[in-house]
């Protein structure tokens, strides 16, 4: 699977979008993106994926541009309960592909009040 | 969404004692689930992907001696981390999904310290 690039920590006002960028240069036609967060000594929790165009569900968006080397994830309206490390994981969809999942360092967003 | 169950949420044990935690799932059958270790300040480690009915298969360098893992229904992966030493203390996270194709569903985990 591709390997992702992650800023290692960022900030975000309380209210204010947050948008956390993903760098995924080597990923494949038939690679997904995922989301995923973690909160503090918590499993990870699931936000969103996509393979091409741009999703949206109630938890956040995912913008996935044209040559696919690049996502973002954005919190419309960050709360403090956002804070969190968040992972963006590209694994292969579909057939016996074993589903695993790499984890990255992931970025440490912090909501400010 | 689907439901992953870990059991216990915390243990302690003593060295060189052997300790069994729980992966269940709830509302899906998962003939495969996959087994995760995370030392603070550190992402998750996949360990081993846990097959029911066959031999699970562990990442490189994960001693499968020292973790045994059983999956022996559709419902229900352990991990036996067997005479556990200080250095063995980890968050356990367990993780499953409904098929291949899905999104996987992470436990809340397991904190085992070794004293």
Known sequence: ??????PTSMDCAEGRAANLPCNHSTI????????????????PQYIIHGLKNNETNEMASLIITEDRK?????????????TAVYYCIVRVGG?????????????SLTVIP | GAVVSQHPSRVICKSGTSVKIE???????ATTMFWYRQFPKQSLMLMATSNEGSKATYEQ??????????HASLTLSTLTVTSAHPEDSSFYICSASPSTNEKLFFGSGTQLSVL
């Open chain 1, 1 to 6: 699977d591709a390997k992702t690039t992650q």
């Open chain 1, 28 to 43: 494949s036609g038939n690679e997904y993106v995922y989301w995923y967060r973690q909160i503090h000594s918590q499993g």
């Open chain 2, 23 to 29: 992966c269940r799932s709830l509302d899906f059958q």
């Open chain 1, 70 to 82: 690049s996502s973002t994830l954005i919190l419309p309206h960050a709360t403090l309960r956002d």
């Open chain 1, 95 to 107: 057939g016996n592909t074993g589903n695993q999942f790499y984890f990255g360092t992931g970025t």
């Open chain 2, 61 to 70: 360098g994960v001693e499968k001696d020292k973790f045994l893992i059983n």
